[in-house]
């Protein structure tokens, strides 16, 4: 049975939706650029931010950071328990350690009672580039495996310590890899709550895409708690990026939703002007509330039966349509929006 872990007020696991998570890109001694980004994020919906802590010297901004932070915080650490022990001590919810390179295993086991003590969540994390020549051995050259290696013997040092309160992660920026090593590792450790995502998977178009295919294979074998979009562009595009992913595969919505059509020569309107104001005015829907923009009406509205609202080209100017059925008719050169308007619902 699957765990449900707390991170601060944050549920992950059992009976919680996926979780969307980011990483601050802003500098840990910058604390008001880290803070104003923060609350960027949680505009956006992002529900857990990983924070790199390289250095003991930054404790007192970490600890601001917690202190503000509308969001709660998970430290990134490698390589020093002393980093660890002193980013529990700055107030962190959880932290993300590679247990295999804190130390000797007396000061792994202190980094960990530390964490049982005051309620901590531990993310073991490995991606591709953690995996040794001696585990690539073991798993003979296969890759996936080799990474699912790592990370069990990550997860090993915690349990052996009796200490649960663990998510597993195995990311690479190799699709396949990435679900094969997830694959194995939730054979084994599926009652853990699984962080998810495609590493380094670049920017923009291409890198979203990647994304969105990893964590589309990841999310229909039920693998997968919390996840990160990673891109090299600004934290707000990846929280974006991962609901709209979520929002694709039915897997929870925020906002509402908008189809629209991809437009062809029976058209009457030119979809593509309208999607970008459509798409901000659609956001601020209740959740999973469906508009549809349709370039002509004589498919339009069966097309978009779905759509609890939507408007399509006419040779006159607009038709509105609500659950299929036309409602109101607009001259030319109405704004689309404005003929929406009265059929809008509030956010609740
Ligand atoms: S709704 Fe009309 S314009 Fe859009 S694809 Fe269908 S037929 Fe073409």
């Known amino acids: 049975m699957k765990k449900t872990l707390q991170i601060g007020a944050l549920t992950i696991g059992a009976g919680a939706p996926i979780r969307v998570e980011s990483m601050l890109k802003t500098r840990l001694y910058e604390t008001d650029s880290c803070l104003a980004q923060l609350r960027q994020l949680k505009d956006e919906g992002c529900e857990l931010v990983r924070v790199a802590f390289p250095d003991l010297r930054l404790k007192d901004s970490l600890k601001t950071l917690n202190e503000y932070s509308p969001l709660p915080l998970m430290a990134d650490i490698h390589f020093d328990p002393d980093i660890a022990v002193a980013a529990i001590e700055a107030g962190c919810p959880s932290i993300r350690i590679n247990p295999g390179n804190m130390g000797s295993p007396e000061r792994l086991t202190h980094v960990v009672e530390l964490a049982r003590e005051r309620g901590v969540v531990i993310r073991i994390g490995a991606n591709s580039g953690s995996v040794n020549n001696a585990q690539l051995d073991a798993a003979g050259g296969d890759r996936g495996a080799a990474l699912a290696l790592a990370v069990s013997e990550q997860m090993e040092m915690l349990l052996s310590r009796k200490f649960t309160n663990v998510i597993v992660s195995a990311k690479s920026t190799d699709i396949a890899e990435t679900l094969r090593a997830n694959v194995l590792l939730n054979k084994r450790y599926g009652d853990f709550p699984f962080h998810v995502g495609i590493t380094e998977s670049g920017s923009g178009m291409d890198g979203m895409i990647k994304s969105a295919c990893g964590l589309s294979r990841l999310f229909a074998m039920g693998i997968g708690d919390t996840m990160r979009v990673s891109l090299s562009q600004d934290p707000v595009d990846e929280v974006r990026a991962a609901y709209s992913i979520l929002r694709a595969l039915d897997l929870r919505q925020r906002g509402g939703r908008l189809i629209s059509c991809p437009t062809c020569g029976r058209r009457q309107l030119d979809v593509a002007d309208v999607v970008p104001e459509l798409r901000e005015l659609v956001a601020q829907l209740p959740d999973g509330f469906t508009v549809a923009v349709m370039g002509c009406e004589v498919n339009g509205p069966r097309e978009a039966r779905h759509a609890q609202l939507g408007i399509a080209g006419s040779p006159a100017g607009l038709v509105?349509?609500?659950?299929?059925?036309?409602?109101?008719?607009?001259?030319?050169?109405?704004?689309?929006?404005?003929?929406?308007?009265p059929y809008l619902p509030k956010k609740s």
Request: hydrophobic share 50%; no cysteine.
């Open 320 to 341: 509105v349509f609500r659950e299929g059925e036309i409602v109101a008719r607009v001259e030319k050169g109405a704004s689309v929006v404005d003929a929406l308007r």
